[in-house]
């Protein structure tokens, strides 16, 4: 089982970057897709959700309105695009996969960096 993030990277205020998961190794069309964030210091913080047939989202307050999540199932891939991009965005963003169920699955990504500034 692998999520493997990219796309992360030094941007200016104001500016955008779209971030990428690439799975493998399970039926990612069975699992809701999260994106997490964690800066230095602060809590691990729930950005964005996705249900596993991409009709329903969710956002963090502090996102919302910036950040668009969504999936490609024939690609096993969750992307985040992240506009209007802020200094207190600088974080490492990760993607999470689970599936509910008698047993629930979960994985994570490794990770990539995301730093606003000028």
């Known amino acids: 089982v692998q999520l493997v993030e990219s796309g992360g990277g030094l941007v200016q205020p104001g500016g955008s970057l779209r971030l990428s998961c690439s799975a493998s190794?399970?039926?990612?069309?069975?699992?809701?897709m999260r994106w997490y964030r964690q800066a230095p210091g602060k809590e691990r913080e729930l950005v964005a959700d996705?249900?596993?047939?991409?009709?329903?989202?969710n956002y963090a307050d502090s996102v919302k309105g910036r950040f668009t999540i969504s999936r490609d199932n024939a690609k096993n891939t969750v992307y985040l695009r992240m506009n209007s991009l802020k200094p207190e965005d600088t974080a490492v963003y990760r993607c999470?996969?689970?599936?509910?169920?008698?047993?629930?699955?979960?994985?994570w990504g490794q990770g990539t960096q995301v730093t606003v500034s000028s």
């Open positions: 999470y996969a689970e599936r509910f169920g008698i047993t629930t699955y979960k994985y």
């Open positions: 996705i249900s596993s047939g991409g009709s329903s989202t």
């Open positions: 190794g399970f039926t990612f069309s069975s699992y809701v």
